[in-house]
C-alpha cells in the first residue's frame, strides 16, 4: 500500500475570492463591518494588495459590473484615490490622476476620498466623499506571473561555491 499520498496544490492566478481582470486580481469586499478609506487601504495592504487603481475605460467598466448598491445611493465601494492637495488627485502609487470616471465632478470641501458606486453609465460612477465614512472597498495585485518569477530566479545568481 502506499505510504503517502500527494495532494495536488492547484496554481492560479488569483487568491481564492479574488476575481481575475486583465493582469491584476480584484477583492470586492461585501462583508460587514465597512471601512474607512484609510481601513480599507490598510486592509489591502495586509494581502500585499492596495486599493483599486482604475486607469482604464475597459478597468472602470470591469468593476462597475462586478459592484452592487446597497444601504444607498451615497454608499458605495473605496478606490485608491484621494485628494492631496487642493485639486490634486493622487493615486496610492503616488501618480496623479489624469481624467477620471466622475459624476458630477469631485465634491467640494473635506470630501477628499473616492468611492466608485454602481451605474447605469459606467463612464459616470465616482463620487468623493469624507475619508472618514465607512464602505465597501475594492482592493487589487498583480496576477500571479509565473514566468516573470522564474526569469528573476533564473537571473539570480547561484551561490558561489
Not at 89 to 116: D, H, I, Q, R
Given at each position: 500500500?502506499?505510504?503517502?499520498?500527494?495532494?495536488?496544490?492547484?496554481?492560479?492566478?488569483?487568491?481564492?475570492?479574488?476575481?481575475?481582470?486583465?493582469s491584476s486580481c480584484y477583492y470586492f469586499?461585501?462583508?460587514?463591518?465597512?471601512?474607512?478609506?484609510?481601513?480599507?487601504?490598510?486592509?489591502?495592504?495586509?494581502?500585499?494588495?492596495?486599493?483599486?487603481?482604475?486607469?482604464?475605460?475597459?478597468?472602470?467598466?470591469?468593476?462597475?459590473?462586478?459592484?452592487?448598491?446597497?444601504?444607498?445611493?451615497?454608499?458605495?465601494?473605496?478606490?485608491?484615490?484621494?485628494?492631496?492637495?487642493?485639486?490634486?488627485?493622487?493615486?496610492?502609487?503616488?501618480?496623479?490622476?489624469?481624467?477620471?470616471?466622475?459624476?458630477?465632478?469631485?465634491?467640494?470641501?473635506?470630501?477628499?476620498?473616492?468611492?466608485?458606486?454602481?451605474?447605469?453609465?459606467?463612464?459616470?460612477?465616482?463620487?468623493?466623499?469624507?475619508c472618514y465614512m465607512r464602505n465597501r472597498?475594492?482592493?487589487?495585485?498583480?496576477?500571479?506571473?509565473?514566468?516573470?518569477?522564474?526569469?528573476?530566479?533564473?537571473?539570480?545568481?547561484?551561490?558561489?561555491?
Amino acid at each position: 500500500p502506499e505510504l503517502f499520498s500527494i495532494t495536488g496544490v492547484q496554481c492560479t492566478p488569483c487568491p481564492q475570492k479574488w476575481i481575475q481582470n486583465g493582469s491584476s486580481c480584484y477583492y470586492f469586499n461585501e462583508d460587514w463591518p465597512w471601512k474607512t478609506w484609510t481601513g480599507s487601504q490598510e486592509y489591502c495592504e495586509g494581502y500585499g494588495a492596495q486599493l483599486a487603481i482604475i486607469d482604464s475605460v475597459e478597468e472602470q467598466e470591469f468593476i462597475n459590473q462586478q459592484t452592487e448598491s446597497y444601504y444607498d445611493e451615497y454608499h458605495g465601494y473605496w478606490i485608491g484615490l484621494s485628494e492631496k492637495k487642493e485639486e490634486t488627485w493622487v493615486w496610492t502609487t503616488g501618480a496623479e490622476l489624469e481624467g477620471g470616471f466622475w459624476v458630477n465632478g469631485p465634491s467640494k470641501g473635506y470630501m477628499e476620498c473616492v468611492l466608485s458606486v454602481p451605474s447605469k453609465n459606467p463612464l459616470k460612477s465616482w463620487i468623493s466623499t469624507s475619508c472618514y465614512m465607512r464602505n465597501r472597498w475594492i482592493c487589487e495585485v498583480d496576477v500571479l506571473t509565473w514566468p516573470t518569477f522564474l526569469q528573476a530566479q533564473q537571473n539570480q545568481s547561484g551561490p558561489s561555491t
